[in-house]
């Protein structure tokens, strides 16, 4: 049993998609980044499950999902976002997406036709370029990397996620973050993604986000060291109306090193809306 249980299964294109529904509620759908999974909203989903129905999962390819030898691009997540809400029956949820999760809810918003009663981005992958050293590395590399003996992969897969962390965090905070990519699959998945990952499906959408049909808050780390705060400044720019607050002492992984400041901005937030 895990701490954080996934005990649904959704699905989609044949492969299991594992999720969550507690509460009871407004709808309020946490989505997820890379290279993580569900679990960043255990410090978070919880405060909000006695005032709504809250939905969370595991991206396709991700955590306790399915780990597929095939797509898992952010060419796929929108599609399975997009099913995901169909399958809830929700019309407008509030959403809250990190990294990865922000390119999906986007895409879901503004290619699949999805609406949302508002959007919270939380250091999104939102506009290019995007992808660190480490990544361009692996997309030319992917054999080579998914072959790796497993005591290099549980080296290099907590140096990788610490990177996204400001605070020291403990190894046992960590292992769940890890242990997903470790092994068979989860090796060769790491990789898989990574691989996939594309500019051009944030390329496809980042001229419409002055279209996005919903209020946004974009929250971001002032330290994060995976996508530069400007880009968050930018992106604020481009979409009319949104709010932008830059957070202290928070790198990429917000929901380790500020969960309180992600609990606070939604707070704030949800209860202005109409």
């Keep these: 049993m895990t701490d954080w249980p996934l005990p649904?299964?959704?699905?989609f294109n044949g492969h299991a998609i594992r999720f969550a529904v507690r509460g009871d509620g407004p709808p309020l759908v946490f989505v997820h980044g890379t290279p993580?999974?569900?679990h960043v909203w255990h410090r978070i989903a919880p405060h909000f499950i006695a005032s709504h129905r809250v939905h969370y999962f595991d991206l396709m390819g991700y955590g306790?999902?399915?780990k597929i030898d095939?797509?898992?691009?952010?060419?796929?997540q929108n599609e399975l976002l997009a099913r995901l809400l169909e399958h809830w029956g929700l019309d407008r949820p509030d959403v809250v997406a990190h990294d990865f999760?922000?390119?999906?809810a986007l895409r879901a918003h503004l290619l699949n036709g999805k609406d949302y009663r508002s959007l919270t981005l939380i250091d999104p992958v939102a506009l290019t370029p995007w992808g660190s050293p480490f990544v361009q590395h692996v997309r030319q590399h992917e054999a080579a990397f998914s072959g790796l003996p497993d005591y290099i992969q549980r080296a290099i897969v907590p140096a990788y996620i610490r990177g996204a962390i400001k605070r020291?965090?403990?190894d046992e905070e960590l292992a769940p973050y890890v242990k997903p990519w470790l092994g068979d699959p989860g090796q060769a998945a790491f990789y898989r993604q990574i691989a996939?990952?594309?500019?051009?499906?944030?390329?496809?959408?980042?001229n419409q986000y002055p279209n996005v049909r919903c209020p946004v808050q974009i929250l971001w780390g002032e330290d994060d060291q995976w996508i530069p705060i400007d880009r968050g400044r930018a992106l604020h720019q481009?979409?009319?109306g949104s709010q932008f607050h830059p957070i202290a002492d928070a790198g990429h992984l917000m929901q380790e090193d500020a969960p309180e400041a992600i609990v606070a901005a939604l707070l704030r937030f949800l209860p202005l809306l109409p």
């Design 168 to 170: 020291d965090i403990p």
């Design 238 to 240: 481009m979409i009319p």
């Design 70 to 76: 095939g797509d898992v691009s952010l060419g796929i």
């Design 8 to 11: 649904q299964t959704y699905r």
């Design 101 to 104: 999760g922000g390119a999906t």
């Design 196 to 206: 996939q990952m594309d500019e051009r499906y944030t390329q496809e959408v980042e």
């Design 64 to 66: 306790q999902s399915e």
């Design 36 to 38: 993580f999974s569900s």
